[in-house]
């Protein structure tokens, strides 16, 4: 398995990659967007931070590609869309540089306060000027954080360290949270019009890009401090540069750029109450070290054993989780296969149905897994558990998942029904039993059957006549096809019976034709789980 590590991770991260048999690590940082297209062609994960743009058309030049690890939290440089279409796992890692980066927002608030860069600037220069550098305390002053997750939350917690009120305003944030973190949650007016110091952190979307803008600025207070070490475009540059240069903003930091790197003649630079980083954030040792082993490990994961941790376009199982829910994922894609090849092409919806213990489990996963399972013979592309809602709903397929609280004889139960374009549905019912939890069909299309879920099936509908297993039985053997597991149901005595019948081997064309023909047999469909 080739691996592209596209931007500088740490080298214990690359290291890691490297001590993986069957790894090859491929290092290639600061590549152009064509290097880049040259060097994914036979890849099968990308490692990056936040430089290499993984594009559409990256994604395009890379056939093989399972996974795109990203050491950081931002995947702004994923087109994370186009991965999901073609079924490539995008991943994180969201706490590694957390510390990092709330400190980089502290350091940018005490230069705020106090103009540190720019005195420590005219020391370098020769001068002595004590008179020019005055600044304010943050001591009783009143911080604004928007966005109040993991490092709103940190930056909180180093102000109420400093005697700082904190407000915070994230729809997200809920009470029980504010109440320990000791923040008094706002709206985003209050936030604009209490604070002193006000910091974001937040992604970039498109609920967040210009929040603070030309109107949100005039609800400030005069003379209030702005910080951004989350993503450029959260605080409008050109309003921010507007008020910077009236003084109603007394100073600003900012780690993130609308455009970055940061234009050389952007006015920025020129502004004297500005303290810029280079999108340090993430910059500490401690941090990239976390991050590059975290992201190392969660790539290795995925290519060797398939857990999938931190995605950010599919939900995670992590492993204890993955133990509880491995045999219903079993299941689940079984039954999904099994529903496709007893229904007509021309499906309008495909629904799930879960009962028991599965309905107090994270049963998304299980959904994913049965919609693969269906699509695994139909769709012309590979689908995983990425893209199989994305290929289903692309087909004209609608989903729908009930969980039912109703009496059940087995402990669990999952249907899988699909219903065709003129509303008559076909479904399996499918179960886990015993100690082993072994996979079971329990029904198919209304009628009880009971036969483990692998292998190669014969569904039959035959009429409820005596002699029926004998013929069917007759005509597998002398095809030369033994059984290996058989189930009979019917609903009422003389109209139409089902028969599971489990083989060791797949009959031959003229044998299944055979079948088929029977003038006693109503549907004949040969099943491969
Ligand atoms: N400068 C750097 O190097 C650096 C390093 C790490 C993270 N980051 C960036 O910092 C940001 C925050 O990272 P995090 O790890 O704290 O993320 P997080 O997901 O833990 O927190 C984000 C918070 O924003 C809130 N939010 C979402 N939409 C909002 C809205 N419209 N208004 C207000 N709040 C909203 C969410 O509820 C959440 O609490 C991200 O954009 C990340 O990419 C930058
Ligand atoms: O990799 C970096 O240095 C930046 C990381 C940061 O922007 C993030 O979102 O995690």
Same mark, same amino acid.
């Given at each position: 398995?080739? &691996? #592209?590590?596209?931007? *500088?991770? %740490?080298?214990?991260?690359?290291?890691?990659?490297?001590?993986?048999?069957?790894?090859?690590?491929?290092?290639?940082?600061?590549?152009?967007?064509?290097?880049?297209?040259?060097?994914?062609?036979?890849?099968?994960?990308?490692?990056?931070?936040?430089?290499?743009?993984?594009?559409?058309?990256?994604?395009?030049?890379? @056939?093989? #590609?399972?996974?795109? /690890?990203?050491?950081?939290?931002?995947?702004?440089?994923?087109?994370?869309?186009?991965?999901?279409?073609?079924?490539?796992?995008? $991943?994180?890692?969201?706490?590694?540089?957390?510390?990092?980066? +709330?400190?980089?927002?502290?350091?940018?608030?005490?230069?705020?306060?106090? @103009?540190?860069?720019?005195?420590?600037?005219?020391?370098?220069?020769?001068?002595?000027?004590?008179?020019?550098?005055?600044?304010?305390?943050?001591?009783?002053?009143?911080? /604004? &954080?928007?966005?109040?997750?993991?490092?709103?939350?940190?930056?909180? *917690?180093?102000?109420?360290?400093?005697? $700082?009120?904190?407000?915070?305003?994230?729809?997200?944030?809920? @009470?029980?949270?504010? *109440?320990?973190?000791?923040?008094?949650?706002? !709206?985003?007016?209050?936030?604009?019009?209490?604070?002193?110091? &006000?910091?974001?952190?937040?992604?970039?979307? =498109?609920?967040?890009?210009?929040?603070?803008?030309?109107?949100?600025?005039?609800?400030?207070?005069?003379?209030?401090?702005?910080?951004?070490?989350?993503?450029?475009?959260?605080?409008?540059?050109?309003?921010?540069?507007?008020?910077?240069?009236?003084?109603?903003?007394?100073?600003?930091?900012?780690?993130?750029?609308?455009?970055?790197?940061?234009?050389?003649?952007? !006015?920025?630079?020129?502004?004297?109450?500005? %303290?810029?980083?280079?999108?340090?954030?993430?910059?500490?040792?401690?941090?990239?070290?976390?991050?590059?082993?975290?992201?190392?490990?969660?790539?290795?994961?995925?290519?060797?054993?398939?857990?999938?941790?931190?995605?950010?376009? $599919?939900?995670?199982?992590?492993?204890?989780?993955? *133990?509880?829910?491995?045999?219903?994922?079993d299941l689940g894609t079984k039954l999904g296969t099994l529903v496709q090849q007893i229904s007509p092409a021309?499906?309008?919806?495909?629904?799930?149905?879960?009962?028991?213990?599965?309905?107090?489990?994270? +049963?998304?996963?299980?959904?994913?897994?049965?919609?693969r399972g269906f699509l695994r013979r139909i769709s012309a592309?590979?689908v995983?558990?990425?893209?199989? @809602?994305?290929?289903?709903?692309?087909?004209?397929?609608?989903?729908?998942?009930?969980?039912?609280?109703? =009496? %059940?004889?087995?402990? =669990?139960? &999952?249907?899988v029904?699909v219903? =065709?374009? !003129?509303?008559?549905?076909h479904?399996a019912?499918g179960?886990?039993?015993?100690?082993?939890?072994q996979p079971r069909i329990v029904g198919i299309n209304?009628r009880?059957v009971e036969v483990a879920a692998e292998g190669k099936l014969l569904v039959l509908e035959n009429?409820?006549?005596?002699?029926m297993v004998g013929e069917i039985g007759t005509l597998l053997g002398r095809a030369g096809v033994n059984i290996a597991d058989m189930s009979l149901s019917?609903?009422?005595?003389?109209?139409?019976a089902y028969m599971v019948v489990r083989v060791d081997s797949e009959p031959k064309e003229a044998a299944r034709e055979e079948i088929k023909a029977h003038p006693k047999i109503k549907l004949a469909k040969f099943v491969q789980l």
């Amino acid at each position: 398995m080739k &691996i #592209l590590v596209a931007d *500088k991770i %740490s080298a214990k991260g690359v290291a890691y990659l490297r001590e993986q048999p069957g790894f090859e690590v491929v290092e290639a940082y600061g590549s152009s967007p064509e290097q880049v297209l040259e060097l994914v062609k036979d890849v099968h994960a990308i490692a990056v931070r936040s430089e290499t743009k993984i594009t559409r058309e990256v994604l395009d030049a890379a @056939p093989e #590609l399972k996974v795109v /690890g990203r050491a950081g939290v931002g995947v702004d440089n994923v087109d994370v869309e186009a991965a999901t279409e073609r079924g490539v796992v995008v $991943m994180n890692t969201p706490s590694g540089n957390t510390i990092a980066t +709330a400190e980089l927002t502290f350091t940018h608030l005490l230069c705020g306060a106090r @103009p540190v860069p720019q005195a420590a600037a005219t020391m370098k220069a020769g001068k002595w000027d004590r008179k020019a550098f005055a600044g304010v305390e943050l001591f009783h002053k009143t911080l /604004g &954080i928007v966005g109040m997750g993991r490092i709103g939350g940190e930056v909180a *917690k180093r102000a109420k360290a400093f005697g $700082m009120r904190v407000v915070a305003y994230d729809p997200y944030l809920a @009470p029980s949270r504010a *109440k320990a973190m000791q923040v008094e949650g706002v !709206e985003l007016d209050t936030l604009l019009a209490e604070s002193d110091f &006000i910091t974001v952190h937040m992604p970039l979307t =498109d609920d967040t890009k210009y929040m603070i803008d030309e109107a949100a600025l005039e609800k400030c207070k005069s003379g209030v401090r702005l910080f951004n070490c989350a993503r450029g475009g959260i605080i409008k540059e050109t309003a921010l540069i507007a008020a910077l240069k009236t003084g109603h903003v007394a100073a600003a930091g900012l780690d993130v750029y609308e455009d970055e790197p940061l234009a050389v003649d952007s !006015e920025l630079r020129s502004l004297p109450n500005v %303290s810029l980083t280079p999108h340090l954030g993430a910059s500490t040792a401690e941090a990239q070290a976390a991050v590059g082993v975290e992201i190392a490990e969660q790539i290795t994961d995925v290519l060797k054993s398939g857990v999938i941790r931190n995605a950010v376009n $599919m939900p995670s199982i992590d492993g204890a989780a993955l *133990k509880v829910l491995g045999p219903y994922l079993d299941l689940g894609t079984k039954l999904g296969t099994l529903v496709q090849q007893i229904s007509p092409a021309q499906i309008a919806a495909l629904k799930i149905t879960y009962w028991g213990k599965i309905v107090d489990l994270d +049963a998304n996963a299980v959904t994913r897994a049965i919609q693969r399972g269906f699509l695994r013979r139909i769709s012309a592309d590979d689908v995983n558990d990425v893209n199989a @809602p994305f290929l289903l709903k692309s087909l004209g397929i609608e989903a729908e998942v009930t969980k039912s609280n109703s =009496d %059940s004889d087995y402990t =669990d139960l &999952i249907q899988v029904e699909v219903v =065709d374009g !003129e509303g008559t549905s076909h479904r399996a019912v499918g179960t886990l039993l015993g100690k082993a939890q072994q996979p079971r069909i329990v029904g198919i299309n209304g009628r009880e059957v009971e036969v483990a879920a692998e292998g190669k099936l014969l569904v039959l509908e035959n009429l409820d006549l005596p002699g029926m297993v004998g013929e069917i039985g007759t005509l597998l053997g002398r095809a030369g096809v033994n059984i290996a597991d058989m189930s009979l149901s019917r609903l009422v005595q003389g109209e139409t019976a089902y028969m599971v019948v489990r083989v060791d081997s797949e009959p031959k064309e003229a044998a299944r034709e055979e079948i088929k023909a029977h003038p006693k047999i109503k549907l004949a469909k040969f099943v491969q789980l």
